[in-house]
């Protein structure tokens, strides 16, 4: 190419692009990285350099995650990014599988974490708990905001793969984030990115086992935060739910009642009630005399 081409503008096609002639050859990549970049003078030095600098620009890959602003700039102000914490070295076949995501979902922002290495708070408790050698995945997709301050605070979401990890496990969970037939957990805040130490280990193992407890503890009455009859609504509720759940587990043979049966037990015991009350009801006129009898 013809760099010092003038163009219509008056430019030539080195001033418009902004492409330093100086460096001999003058190598500049465009299309799927953007505008037109060029290509550094250390990366000419051997052929070898020019095609691993070329490969990593133009084939699709996974952004390696070193730092906070690499988490957030690389992963978490993507509209969706699939994130793979890795517990250690992955096998080929991880690797392999991951090659395939990136080249089946051109759309999505992969990315890598050392998890042996670091810790990401906020979002740990949501993932299987580390243990070294097993990888774990997780996609983010953005609600709303952005890194300027224009775009507002950035709010993000999760699904992680509470499965094994293959192929087609991640690839399921990526297509169901997309159709929206996975509808991802809304963070209250931004996962941290921070470095790997027994006192952040320890914090976070604490949080985990708070939220379980929290799940395994028996639900309370909304009221009186007691399970307990304390002889309210809410609490004869639930001591009559209780009483019928033990009569049924003691009684194997007990079949529901069907509503037209419901409504016949109820007609014969109002017809019970009826009787009983005539039994019991003294004639009006009989009543006046008795009444007129006293006063005399």
């Keep these: 190419m013809d760099c ?33 970049k060029q290509v550094s003078e250390k990366h000419l030095k051997t052929g070898h350099m020019l095609t691993k600098l070329l490969k ?22 993507k509209n969706i990014c699939a994130l793979l914490l890795k517990g250690g070295s ?8 991951v090659k395939n995501l990136l ?31 097993h990888h774990r995945f997780v996609v983010f997709k953005k609600v709303s905001g952005g890194l300027d301050a224009k775009d507002g605070r950035l709010i993000t979401s999760i699904a992680p793969l509470n499965e094994s990890i293959s192929f087609n496990n991640m690839s399921t969970l990526i297509n169901n984030v997309q159709n929206g037939s ?33 799940k395994e503890a ?10 307990d009859n304390d002889g309210s609504k809410e609490g004869r509720k639930a001591e009559r739910e209780k009483r019928r759940a033990e009569h049924r587990s003691n009684n194997p043979d007990y079949k529901e009642m069907t509503p037209e049966q419901k409504a016949e037990m109820e007609r014969k015991r109002r017809a019970r009630m009826e009787q009983e009350s005539q039994k019991w009801n003294i004639d009006g006129e009989e009543e006046g005399e008795a009444a007129d009898d006293d006063y005399d």
Excluded at 90 to 97: E, F, I, M, T, V
Excluded at 103 to 131: I, K, N
Excluded at 218 to 227: E, H, L, V
């Design 218 to 227: 028996p639900k309370q009455n909304p009221s009186t935060g007691s399970t």
């Design 90 to 97: 992955p096998p080929q076949a991880l690797k392999d599988a």
């Design 4 to 36: 010092a081409h003038i163009l219509p503008s008056g430019k030539t096609i080195h001033e418009k692009f902004k492409l330093n002639l100086k460096k001999r050859p003058t190598i500049f990549v465009s299309g799927k990285v953007g505008p037109p």
């Design 103 to 133: 080249s089946s979902y051109e759309d999505v922002q992969f990315a890598s974490v050392d998890s042996q290495t670091m810790l990401l708070p906020g979002l740990e408790e949501h993932l299987p708990e580390y243990e070294t050698g």
């Design 56 to 77: 990593g620009m133009l084939e699709p890959h996974a952004a390696k995650i070193a730092s906070a602003s690499d988490f957030k700039t690389k992963c978490l102000n």
């Design 182 to 214: 996975t509808k991802p957990k809304k963070l209250s805040s931004i996962p941290q990115f921070k470095t790997r130490s027994k006192k952040l280990e320890e914090a976070e193992k604490a949080k985990r086992e708070r939220a379980n407890k929290k």
